[in-house]
T-cell receptor
Framework: LAKTTQPISMDSYEGQEVNITCSHNNIATNDYITWYQQFPSQGPRFIIQGYKTKVTNEVASLFIPADRKSSTLSLPRVSLSDTAVYYC????????????FGKGTTLSVSS | GAVVSQHPSRVICKSGTSVKIECRSL??????MFWYRQFPKQSLMLMATSNEGSKATYEQGVEKDKFLINHASLTLSTLTVTSAHPEDSSFYIC??????????????FGPGTRLTVL
């Protein structure tokens, strides 16, 4: 599985847009990019997934450049409740394939 | 969306005892379930892949005789920590994929079980 690198931590204020970038230089052709969010003492929650270009849903956008060696999770107008750890994962969609988590990015949102 | 439950949510036990943790997929079938362990301030670490009707596959460094996994049905996998010791205290999380659907985003996580061994 491709290794991912993210910033260990980020700080933001309420109402700001937050962009978390993940590098995955060894991404394979069949790999997708998926982001999960985890609050303390809870299981991870799926945020967004993409293969290339841009994907947007009700909570976030995912930007993937043409070479796919990096991706950026964009959280618009964060609130205090967005304080969490965000994980970037890269892998194929094969059934039975486990998700391998990296260190993640701890986002702290202040008022 | 699909829901994965775990029971119990918290458990405290004495050193040397065994603890069973259940993972259930509530509204879908899961041929494969995954067990993770997470220590404070650390990421999730994959322990094993649980396969319905067959033996689990353990990651390197995980003792299969200590962490017994049974996936007896398409909706239930259990993890038994045998002869638990304080160093086994951790947050155990399971996840499951919907067998009927594809896509990586269909892997759902349980709420986790906090194990404390005294």
């Amino acid at each position: 599985l491709a290794k991912t690198t993210q910033p260990i931590s980020m700080d933001s204020y309420e109402g700001q847009e937050v962009n978390i970038t993940c590098s995955h230089n060894n991404i394979a052709t069949n790999d997708y990019i998926t982001w999960y969010q985890q609050f303390p003492s809870q299981g991870p929650r799926f945020i967004i997934q993409g293969y290339k270009t841009k994907v947007t849903n009700e909570v976030a956008s995912l930007f993937i450049p043409a070479d796919r060696k990096s991706s950026t999770l964009s959280l618009p107008r964060v609130s205090l409740s967005d304080t969490a750890v965000y994980y970037c994962l890269v892998g194929d969609n094969q059934a039975g394939t486990a998700l391998i988590f990296g260190k993640g990015t701890t986002l702290s949102v202040s008022s | 969306g699909a829901v994965v439950s775990q029971h119990p949510s918290r458990v405290i036990c004495k050193s040397g005892t065994s603890v069973k943790i259940e993972c259930r997929s509530l509204d879908f079938q899961a041929t494969t379930m995954f067990w993770y362990r997470q220590f404070p301030k650390q990421s999730l670490m994959l322990m094993a892949t649980s396969n319905e009707g067959s033996k689990a596959t353990y990651e390197q460094g995980v003792e299969k005789d200590k962490f017994l996994i049974n996936h007896a049905s398409l909706t239930l996998s259990t993890l038994t920590v045998t002869s638990a010791h304080p160093e086994d205290s951790s947050f155990y999380i399971c996840s499951a994929r919907d067998t009927q659907r594809g896509g990586w985003d269909e892997q759902f996580f349980g709420p986790g079980t906090r194990l404390t061994v005294l």
